[in-house]
């Protein structure tokens, strides 16, 4: 039984002109007139929120989006740098956005208007880490014999397919620049999940900031009459 319901994604960026266009660009979303640092698609769940902060990326993004494009070339073109290119042995293009965070492009013959295949989160335990987001969305985690990565799939309202946890050695310095925000009916759920509550919702912001077992961000939304 699900705890959460994925709601959405947020970019921590310091120019958000330059990166509402370039993301609504390559991920195929626009932006309303009267708010342009929102990103929108055809459902809410596609909402990603460009959130300007002072603080320029430093180190190596442990969240990362991957893309599905026609060409790497009309991802350069909307203002990323190739980093890695693809090789026989890895089936992508490892690539920065104009702030430099990392992403990936995924060659495919037929490119979806919606551009987004899924959400990579360095992990130093994976399949921990996806059994635990499995328990709250209400899924069972998946895995590969002989794959080093875990992930997530059919996982309810998620408007795109994968979310991967992958392993890497270095554990986490920074606040995240990418995370998502999930609604839920009430926080202690949440909370009894192993989730630790950052900062709790005030006057200044209407959501409570938590992070998971790896300390990575996310948002918890509340019904408008429910408390914690």
């Known amino acids: 039984m699900a705890i959460v319901r994925f709601k959405d994604l947020c970019v921590d960026v310091t120019n958000p002109n330059v990166m509402t266009a370039f993301w609504g660009q390559v991920l195929g979303l626009t932006s309303p007139a009267d708010h342009p640092d929102v990103l929108v698609g055809d459902v809410p769940e596609k909402t990603i929120w460009l959130n300007k902060v002072p603080e320029p990326k430093t180190v190596k993004q442990r969240v990362h989006l991957d893309l599905i494009t026609g060409d790497i070339a009309d991802l350069v073109a909307a203002g990323a740098t190739v980093q890695v290119p693809e090789t026989a042995d890895q089936h992508w293009t490892v ?134």
């Open 95 to 228: 690539l920065t956005d104009p702030e430099g965070g990392e992403l990936c492009g995924f060659v495919r013959e037929t490119v979806p208007a919606y551009r987004l295949m899924e959400l990579v989160v360095d992990s130093a335990e994976p399949e921990q880490q996806a059994r635990w987001w499995a328990g709250l969305l209400g899924v069972e985690p998946r895995s590969r014999e002989g794959a080093p990565y875990h992930w997530l799939e059919d996982v309810p309202g998620l408007p795109f397919k994968y979310w991967v946890f992958n392993p890497v050695p270095e554990p986490k310095t920074v606040k995240n620049r990418i995370h998502w925000d999930v609604t839920a009916p009430a926080l202690q759920p949440v909370l009894d999940a192993g989730a630790t509550l950052l900062r709790p919702k005030g006057d200044e912001i209407g959501w409570y900031v938590c992070a998971d077992p790896e300390g990575n961000e996310f948002c918890v939304f509340l019904p408008p009459t429910k408390e914690a």
